[in-house]
């Protein structure tokens, strides 16, 4: 059983930034990525990363302000969020998904409990 942990998250002004961090435990070497929900919306997804750490894909919402990068060697995954807005408020969620660059909820097969982001104008 993989289970996943994530850290990071808090209370930011628009236009500052966050550094996400996800430990795992048990196999990591699968497509990894970010998802959020907020209260009463979809979880909907953010970033992915290969295996490999080569490949990223981002959500169009976040293209250009946030980074995915991971440390297979920590088992660890981040997610650096630059250029925070209002609208990024959500609590962000790691998974791990056997599906080469998955970004569909159903996909995904671990998830970690998440960590709060809250941007304020």
């Known amino acids: 059983q993989v289970q996943l942990v994530e850290s990071g998250g808090g209370l930011v002004q628009a236009g500052g930034s966050l550094r996400l961090s996800c430990v795992a435990s048990?196999?990591?070497?699968?497509?990894m990525a970010w998802f959020r929900q907020a209260p009463g919306k979809e979880r909907e997804f953010v970033a992915a990363?290969?295996?490999?750490?080569?490949?990223?894909t981002y959500a169009d919402s976040v293209q250009g302000r946030f980074t995915i990068s991971r440390d297979n060697a920590k088992n660890m995954v981040y997610l650096q969020m630059n250029n925070l807005k209002p609208e990024d408020t959500a609590v962000y969620y790691c998974?791990?998904?056997?599906?080469?660059?998955?970004?569909?909820?159903?996909?995904?097969?671990?998830w970690g409990q998440g960590t709060q982001v809250t941007v304020s104008s």
């Open positions: 990363i290969k295996w490999s750490g080569e490949v990223t």
């Open positions: 998974a791990i998904s056997r599906a080469t660059m998955a970004t569909t909820v159903r996909e995904y097969d671990y």
């Open positions: 048990g196999r990591t070497l699968y497509t």
